[in-house]
């Protein structure tokens, strides 16, 4: 039978939820308790109005960008995500082949089910790695090492998980974890849950929820890596981050997975990249399904996107293949946003292309 082509990112989501046993697609769909922030997420974006300019010469527009120095195609990246053997036998390294294919950078989890090396030997993607900080800082610091040796470009450190988010599909389902491939020989690889999720045992047992600002210092201390932080979603912890000097922000909410009503990453964004100044670049994720969700984010401030579940879903529909046509589908519709409203640049993307919620007037 001729399998459905999807036409947009979304379509890929029902194609993964056919594909996935229900555990792992709950797993891969869902978020925190009341589940407000996942939901938010996306449906802030459908509260900004883009402002066209007409007549500017739009006949070839100019995707590229650069992040800490890297060139990519276009200003979206490939968020971490977890255990991506869930959705496709060749987990990471499909995942890491359409980023190089499509000229896009990887940010690859600790929790991966490909190793650090897998990653990095199967092709020539431009890697970062995401670090989760662990009660055994040994462990950490040796993730780190290893990253570095690898070829990975930058840690991103993810700080917006003390504690694992309450995801009660999860619960539900009593998630089981897969040996997590960057653990082995480090971690026990069997984490007894009290019937519940897996991957709470796995979380309660091993992070860190001591970790705190005079911590980065310590991360910046063990690397000659730059250091992103990845969760940032007000102005004050964006100076704090300029203060401990990161090399870059991530304004997440793990795609709604951690605290529940936390905000819509897109509509706090503003606020870190004015409390920045440009003094690093501001990342954003969560909820980006559309071109038009990638320009809105370039209009407020952002110097790129991050994606996550699309990714995941691709994926699980259509391995490496469903990965480089969700990048590729979110790189054609940015650019026909671009024409349609006069912008053939990322820099000719301005404020004044948006107007968001609280401008509107009747
Ligand atoms: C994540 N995310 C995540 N973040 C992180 O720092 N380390 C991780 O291991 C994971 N794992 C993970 C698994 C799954 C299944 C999802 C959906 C998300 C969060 C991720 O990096 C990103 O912040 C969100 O996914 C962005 O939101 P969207 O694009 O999924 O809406």
């Known amino acids: 039978i001729m399998e459905e082509e999807p036409v947009n990112v979304n379509e890929f989501r029902e194609l993964a939820r056919r594909a996935l046993p229900k555990m792992f697609y709950d797993f891969y769909a869902g978020g925190a308790e009341d589940q407000h922030t996942l939901k938010e997420n996306e449906e802030a974006f459908h509260r900004i109005i883009i402002r066209p300019r ?14 800490l120095g890297y060139n990519i195609s276009m200003p979206v990246m490939i968020a971490p995500t977890s255990m991506q053997k ?20 990887m ?12 990653v990095a030997s199967c092709c020539n993607a431009i890697r970062f790695f995401q670090l989760y900080v662990y009660k055994r800082r040994d462990i950490s610091a040796k993730l780190v090492q290893r990253a570095e040796n690898n070829g990975y470009k930058a840690i991103v450190v993810t700080v917006d998980s003390p504690r694992l988010g309450r995801r009660e599909a999860d619960i539900k389902n009593k998630l089981i974890v897969p040996p997590l491939k960057n653990l082995e020989g480090l971690l026990p690889n069997k984490f007894i849950s009290d019937g519940g999720s897996g991957l709470e045992a796995l979380a309660s047992g091993t992070l860190d929820a001591s970790f705190c600002w005079e911590d980065i210092s310590w991360l910046k201390s063990i690397t000659n890596l730059p250091v992103l932080i990845k969760g940032v979603l007000t102005h004050e912890d964006a100076i704090k981050a300029l203060e ?15 605290l529940d009503y936390s905000p819509a990453t897109i509509s706090v964004l503003e606020e870190v990249v004015l409390a920045v100044g440009g003094k690093v670049p501001v990342l954003v994720d969560g909820g980006i399904r559309r071109g038009t969700d990638i320009f809105k984010a370039v209009a407020l401030g952002a110097r790129a996107v991050l994606v996550g579940r699309p990714v995941v879903f691709g994926l699980a529909a259509k391995g490496e293949y469903g990965v480089k046509r969700v990048l590729e589908m979110l790189k054609d519709e940015l650019e026909l946003t671009m024409a349609l409203a006069g912008c053939s640049s990322m820099k000719e993307i301005t404020r004044s292309h948006v107007r968001t919620k609280h401008e509107q007037h009747l």
């Open 107 to 118: 940010v690859l989890s600790t929790s991966s089910s490909c190793s650090v090396e897998e």
């Open 54 to 67: 007409i007549l500017r010469d739009v006949s070839g527009i100019d995707l590229s960008t650069t992040v």
């Open 86 to 105: 869930l959705a496709n036998p060749e987990g990471e390294i499909a995942t890491a082949r359409a980023a190089s294919a499509c000229g896009t950078i």
């Open 244 to 258: 401990v000097g990161v090399a870059g922000i991530i304004v997440s909410n793990h795609g709604g997975r951690q």
